[in-house]
């Protein structure tokens, strides 16, 4: 299986500052059709995880553009800017090139 | 809108089983995959499987092809996920969630195993 490893676990931040997540896999994440499938989650507190951002760097239905996804073979990064008390809980990352899909291990983000 | 409603909590004792419901609705059910996703307490994320909701196939992860099923009532909209033999390991929020993009989850449904 391929393994998704998230740095760093915890992130401390403040309301309006700006932060990255990073995200590794143990191999490429290219899929022979030419897309990288890796994506994008957050998990906020009792709630079911959602989506943000797709394919590297798509952001989803209603995710505001303080949200950016970059990277590329086996190296990603989640950017957050003017970070919001919304933003605070869990993100994911999750890569569903190769069977079966993984998710990495999950960095909270939580205020200073 | 599209939304995915799941049924409620369980309280089952080891031995015993569980099916769980997934209801899709805001779209059409049979034009996208459906997946399942454990999330154990206080744990991160694991894919368990899907199931194509055009056939009916399910393929299932490794770790989840003893005792749990994957199923279909396509005139409802509804999947549904059973697991056998529940044990305390089973203990966890199960999630659906459509497609290749996880883009849609259900609310989750916590299954508690105790004796």
């Known amino acids: 299986d391929v393994l998704m490893t998230q740095t760093p676990v915890s992130l401390p931040v403040s309301l309006g500052g700006q932060v990255s997540i990073s995200c590794r896999s143990s191999q490429s994440l290219v899929h022979s059709d030419g897309n990288t499938y890796l994506h994008w989650y957050l998990q906020k507190p009792g709630q079911s995880p959602q989506l943000l951002i797709y394919?590297?760097?798509n952001r989803f239905s209603g995710v505001p553009d303080r949200f950016s996804g970059s990277g590329s073979g086996t190296d990603f990064t989640l950017k957050i800017s003017r970070v919001e008390p919304e933003d605070l809980g869990v993100y994911y990352c999750l890569q569903s090139t190769h069977f079966p899909p993984t998710f990495g291990g999950g960095t909270k983000l939580e205020l200073k | 809108q599209i939304q995915l409603v799941q049924s409620g909590p369980e309280l089952k004792k080891p031995g015993e089983s569980v099916k769980i419901s997934c209801k899709a609705s805001?779209?059409?059910?049979?034009?996208?995959?459906m997946n399942w996703v454990k999330q154990a307490p206080g744990n991160g994320l694991k894919w368990m499987g899907w199931?194509?909701?055009?056939?009916?196939?399910?393929t299932y992860a490794d770790d989840f092809k003893q005792r749990f099923v994957f199923s279909l009532e396509t005139s409802a909209s509804t999947a549904y996920l059973q697991i056998n033999n529940l044990n305390i390991e089973d203990t966890a929020t199960y999630f659906c969630t459509r497609e290749w993009r996880f883009d849609y989850w259900g609310q989750g449904v916590m299954v508690t195993v105790s004796s």
């Open positions: 394919r590297v760097s």
């Open positions: 199931i194509n909701t055009q056939t009916g196939k399910p």
């Open positions: 805001g779209y059409t059910f049979t034009d996208y995959a």
